[in-house]
């Protein structure tokens, strides 16, 4: 869990910028405004379910792939 963590914090804008477009395309009323329907309850689970996807390929890119990492650094000149 820990280098999981470790792996998205060492792309944290990224995936920052990730969940900003997920919760914009789920929840608004121009895309599938599912924020009209969700309790807070599934709007929480929501949240834990993008999390949680978001770490594990954040874990799989960093175990897998370093260059993929490595050319996202670059990118972005971190």
Do not use: Q
């Not at 789920?26 to 929501?46: D, K, M, R, W, Y």
Request: proline share 1%; charged share 10%; net charge positive.
């Amino acid at each position: 869990m820990v280098k999981a963590i470790t792996a998205m914090g060492k792309l944290s804008l990224i995936f920052f910028v990730i969940h900003e477009i997920l919760i914009v395309i789920l929840l608004s009323p121009i895309a599938f405004n599912l924020g009209a329907f969700l309790t807070v309850t599934t709007s929480v689970s929501l949240g834990i379910v993008m999390w949680s996807v978001t770490l594990s390929v954040a874990y799989f890119m960093n175990s897998s792939n370093r260059g993929a990492v490595r050319k996202i650094h670059a990118l972005f000149d971190l």
